[in-house]
């Protein structure tokens, strides 16, 4: 049974164990770099504490720099399925770049796992932002009209999850024939769909596309009216999108350790040149119209490539939100991010396994006392 719109008014999502560095561009030692024994014992904790879902990142480049952020990566579907295998409850999302697959490979993919997992799937549609991604794959990844493409992407790949007759595809971007799928996924109408996105054009796609939509908060003061404005744009199509934010976590026992600890690992440690090759490339493929408009995160990246405003932590990406200090602090900012109407985030850490665990013990308990998250049954009473 899966957990992703379950009833706890603050779900979580762990992102980014699929990849080295996860996502933190820090050059720290001890930072994540993914094994595969160590993302499965990730997985199983998650699961154990009744984490809504694991998110991976689809990467087939690294970010260069000192660490090679991303530079090793499991790709999402097939791990997705073998995490599938070794836990009972937390949901399962993939990560597609939907200019790599087509819609019927998805539909068929998602349907296999959403079996396999006993209904547990989840797509992230992400329209790419680094053309030296594809490249490996041959394609030209044209920002200019990359999220028009993938909502036609999205409407194939909705219209075969109806389950109806063989059908033709003659679009703007796609020409395709007899399309059809067999089995059709568990969860219907369809497994849930998310989409990450900042800018107009992510957010216009995302509007008619996703159930979970991802976005940055640079800043609490406007998270409100952003959730408003998401949702509003939504219901023109129908929809209602949870909206979920990045953060990032560093929760010692004292305020003073997680302090040190993140300047450890995200200023002294931090992986400068990593962040500027993410910069640069996000912003050689951002539309017109984002161009002139921009968004507070990309004002942030131009600022950090002029290098006229140094961030205050360069060893995290810009657009995540860091939540520093004891498990009574991140609780409390946790509160404050629900009641902008935000349902969740993710959680990154520098190193999963090692921070974890304190995470799920000190700020679990507390989360259910202020009503954020509900106490889980154990895994052994859980039916598979
Ligand atoms: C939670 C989250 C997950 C993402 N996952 C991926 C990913 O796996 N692969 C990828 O290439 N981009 C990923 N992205 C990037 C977005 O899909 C998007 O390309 C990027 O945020 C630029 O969006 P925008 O300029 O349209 O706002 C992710 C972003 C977020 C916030």
Known sequence: MTTFFGDNRFKFGVFGI?????????RAPERWRADWNEMVAVAQLADEAGIEFLLPIAKWHGLGGLADMWGRSFETFTQAAALGAQTKRTGLFVTAHVSLI?????????????????GRAGLNIVCGWNPDEFKPHGIKLDGEHRYARGLEWFKIYAKLLEGGPKFDW?????????????????????????????????????????????????DMSVTKSTVEHLQNSAAAFGRRPEVYVQTQFVCKPTRKEAEEYVHYYAVEMADPDAVEY??????????????????????????????????????????????????????????????????GSTLVFLNYLQELPYFIQEVFPRMERAGLRAAVPALANEPV
């Open 18 to 26: 699929n990849c080295a560095g996860g996502m933190t561009p820090s």
């Open 102 to 118: 087509t819609p019927a490979f998805a539909a068929k993919a998602i349907a296999t796992l959403d079996h396999a997992t006993n």
């Open 170 to 218: 003659k679009g703007q971007y796609f020409d395709l024939e007899g399309l059809i799928t067999d089995p059709l996924p568990l969860q219907q109408p369809m497994p849930p769909v998310m989409s990450a996105a900042q800018s107009g054009d992510g957010q216009t796609f995302a509007a008619q596309a996703a159930d979970i939509l991802f976005t940055t908060m640079q």
């Open 278 to 343: 993410f910069a640069r490339q996000r912003r050689s493929t951002m539309s017109a119209s984002t161009k002139i408009g921009g968004t507070a995160l990309d004002r942030e990246l131009a600022a950090t490539l002029s290098g006229e405003k140094p961030r205050r932590f360069p060893g995290m990406f810009a657009g995540m939100y860091p939540v520093i200090g004891t498990p009574d602090d991140v609780v409390e900012v946790l509160q404050k991010v629900a009641s902008l109407g935000v349902s």
